[in-house]
């Protein structure tokens, strides 16, 4: 499974981005059975979840995302997408997306998930200037 994020960008405070993550190659027949967790790192920091979808499509939230970051799943696309809202310098990071072939992997801590995905696509930029 090839994952590939886009949607980065140079924002500033309080605007708004939507990031996309497109699998492609073998999905095991179907790309909803997938838990697709979106990442982020910032500079001198360590990698941390920030949001994820299961294969049913329950969606968990960093506690310093909820209420700004909605993540939703298009399976006939194989995409996930993360709409970021009131955007702060403090989200400033290479964002990450990965799956994991466990459906049920997002009921995991936030800071499990990491662990529990089994691919992970490059990364896209995200900048917001104060």
């Known amino acids: 499974v090839q994952l590939q994020a886009s949607g980065g960008g140079l924002v500033q405070t309080g605007t708004s981005l939507r990031l996309s993550c497109a699998a492609s190659?073998?999905?095991?027949?179907?790309?909803?059975?997938?838990?697709i967790g979106w990442f982020r790192q910032a500079p001198g920091k360590e990698r941390e979840g920030v949001s994820c979808v299961g294969s049913s499509g329950t969606t968990h939230y960093a506690e310093s995302v909820k209420g700004r970051f909605t993540i939703s799943r298009d399976n006939a696309k194989n995409t996930v997408f993360l709409q970021m809202d009131s955007l702060e310098p403090e989200d400033t990071a290479v964002y990450y997306c990965a799956a994991s072939r466990i459906g049920l992997a997002c009921r995991a801590l936030t800071t499990r998930w990491g662990s529990a995905m089994d691919y992970w696509g490059e990364g896209t930029q995200v900048t917001v200037s104060s």
């Open positions: 190659g073998d999905t095991s027949g179907y790309f909803g059975y997938y838990a």
